[in-house]
């Protein structure tokens, strides 16, 4: 998963210098290197806040924050298998630390609560994978991803 507001993949790739400015940019320190040296965001070692320090420190622009306010990714969370709550055992970890409010949980006759995920709400910031203690939450790209020329201006930077 690249960082947040990169472009589409092979744009990306041609842009990218692998300079690693968003890498040490990211306060949660969820950027890492990745294959072939170009960044990729790692759930398992914090969310993104959004911050967009990334982007700003992006100067080839391969990262590119646009004025009109889209979507950082497509990515969204989804629950999956493994989930503790399915098991009957009572674990909210991910509902406690989602900022959005987008897993609720749903109360269960003879059961424990379930969670259930508003995907309207979430915005794939991945605060809820690491502290899952089962790993039953995946975050993947639910959407097209986007062409440099829908962000002509490039002027939050
Ligand atoms: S927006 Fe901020 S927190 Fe998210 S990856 Fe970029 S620098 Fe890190
Ligand atoms: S944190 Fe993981 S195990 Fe716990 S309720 Fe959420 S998805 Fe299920
Ligand atoms: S990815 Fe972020 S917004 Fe989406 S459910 Fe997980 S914690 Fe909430």
Sequence with gaps: MRPPWALVEPVFLAA?????ACI????????????G??????????????CGECAARCEPRAL??????????????????GCLAESGVECRVCGENCPMGAIRFRPRLGGVALPQLDDSACTGCGACFAPCPTRAIALGAEAAERMPDEFPTGSER
């Design 16 to 20: 990218c210098t692998r300079c690693d």
């Design 24 to 35: 040490d940019a990211c306060p949660t320190t969820i950027l890492v290197r990745a294959d």
């Design 37 to 50: 040296g170009y960044p990729a965001a790692d759930f398992s070692l914090g969310e993104c806040t959004f």
């Design 64 to 81: 590119v924050r646009g004025a009109d306010g889209a979507a950082p990714w497509a990515l969204k969370a989804s629950i999956g298998h």
